[in-house]
């Protein structure tokens, strides 16, 4: 009887439930979906959707049975492309068959570029913030060339419509003929460029910002397009404000940069290099980062006789050491380190010493393992409250270099030298006076 008495139950559930789901339409159970840009029930403007179900007393508007869906056309309605500005190559006629390509964007996004219409597109290099992106072009022919840049930002608006018209006219190397007659000379094209300082040096607190520059100079007679960027070394300690330019005949520019002091104390170097095509000149960089604390101050420094030395010479550096403020006796540790601009450290060494006021003294190195080329020699003074930094730079040639001891040795050589030939001079002398004294004796008699 139970079992009766529950399916009949059920049952009646069913056609009911049936009967409601049928009525959806009626005034009691309204289903409305609207579709918009942004009506009255939304504030998501375009691509809104409203589903409103009205209540079993059909009161459409009943708090308890509305619901409101909104959707957004991608990452808060962006539809707009992004801004795209060709800094280089510009509306000029360029004397060299490579160019510097420079694009920017307003905002966050992704740049390739294609020359003459090509089919191929070619990727560029991107800035820390994906707005700036760099290349340098291949070899281009001499004539007139269109350079296109096809853009998008990170959610995909793109910006395919700008683009710039320069010139390649790189003009044939001079010949010489000194016969013959008729003709103007052949001007002879020279690319001859500097950079100035040759090294950058510069003493930092830790986890601060400050600035810098060098100088280019184009010292030949026709414009320049150059490179310039840093060794991985350098990445995050030293931003370039721009690495892409021109230069006419004869024009300087400065160079600037940014500086960010790591937040560990030492000794950072690496390069600031300026490229013309193949031709490189190198600016060679060494930060020192210390605490802020000033209790101690330090000074390396090395003879001018020993800026460049021979392999295998050994290097003599004077080291100063200063208490600051207060005077009192104190055990500090000294970390030297020799290392290049390339990420090598050569020479690794550490004493601890007492320091009261100040002290002098002179510090050897043996390079006899170090190979030709540029470095820096430094040292660390860690004491109890902080840590001060001190770094310069020397050179090791392979060819003949003249150094102290060599000049030593010289001078040594042409003493015993000159003494020998006034030795010589002053015998030969006294025999032809001497000479001259008999002959005079015999001619008195």
Excluded at 105 to 132: H, P, W
Excluded at 373 to 380: A, K, R, S, T, W
């Amino acid at each position: 009887m139970g079992m009766k008495i529950n399916f009949v139950l059920i049952l009646i559930f069913v056609i009911l439930f049936s009967m409601n789901v049928s009525s959806m339409n009626s005034t009691n159970y309204n289903l409305s979906v609207v579709v918009s840009g942004g009506g009255t029930n939304t504030s998501a403007g375009n691509y809104s959707q409203v589903t409103i179900v009205g209540g079993i007393s059909g009161n459409i508007s009943n708090d308890n049975h509305s619901t409101s869906f909104g959707f957004l056309s991608g990452e808060g309605s962006d539809i707009n492309p992004p801004q795209v500005t060709i800094n280089s190559p510009t509306l000029i006629t360029y004397a060299s068959a490579t160019v510097g390509v420079d694009i920017a964007l307003n905002e966050k996004g992704f740049c390739e570029y294609s020359l003459d219409e090509g089919v191929t597109n070619t990727s560029m290099t991107a800035n820390d913030s994906n707005t700036g992106f760099t290349a340098t072009t291949l070899s281009l022919s001499n004539g007139e060339h269109n350079l296109y840049a096809y853009c998008n930002d990170t959610i995909g608006n793109k910006n395919y419509t700008e683009n710039v018209t320069f010139t390649i006219n790189v003009p044939a190397p001079s010949v010489s003929d000194d016969g013959g007659g008729g003709g103007g000379a052949v001007p002879t094209i020279s690319y001859e460029f500097s950079v100035y300082p040759e090294s950058f040096t510069e003493t930092m607190i830790a986890d601060r910002v400050d600035s810098g520059f060098i100088i280019i100079t184009n010292r030949g007679n026709v414009i320049m397009d150059f490179n310039a960027f840093i060794n991985e070394f350098l990445e995050g300690i030293i931003e370039l404000n721009k690495t892409i330019f021109s230069l006419s005949p004869g024009v300087s520019e400065n160079l600037e940069f940014e500086i960010t002091s790591p937040s560990e104390p030492g000794i950072y170097t690496g390069k600031i290099i300026v490229a013309l095509g193949a031709e490189i000149k190198e600016v060679l960089v060494s930060i020192n980062v210390q605490t802020d604390t000033s209790l101690f101050d330090v000074l390396l420094s090395i003879p001018r006789a020993m800026k460049v030395i021979g392999i295998g010479d050994n290097l003599e550096v004077q080291v100063d050491l200063l208490q600051m403020g207060l005077k009192e006796k104190m055990d500090v540790t000294l970390n030297y380190v020799v290392k290049d601009f390339d990420g090598s450290v050569y020479i690794k060494e550490s004493e601890t010493i007492a320091v009261y006021d100040q002290k002098k003294f002179s510090k050897k190195f043996f390079t006899e393992n170090l190979p030709a080329g540029n470095y820096v020699v430094g040292v660390e003074l860690i004491y109890p409250d902080g840590v001060a930094v001190a770094s310069s730079h020397f050179k090791i040639e392979e060819e003949f270099v003249l150094t102290r001891n060599d000049i030593f040795n010289v001078a040594i050589f042409l003493g015993v030298v000159s003494g020998f030939v006034l030795s010589w001079f002053l015998i030969k002398r006294y025999k032809k006076l001497r000479g001259y004294a008999k002959t005079t004796k015999r001619r008195l008699k």
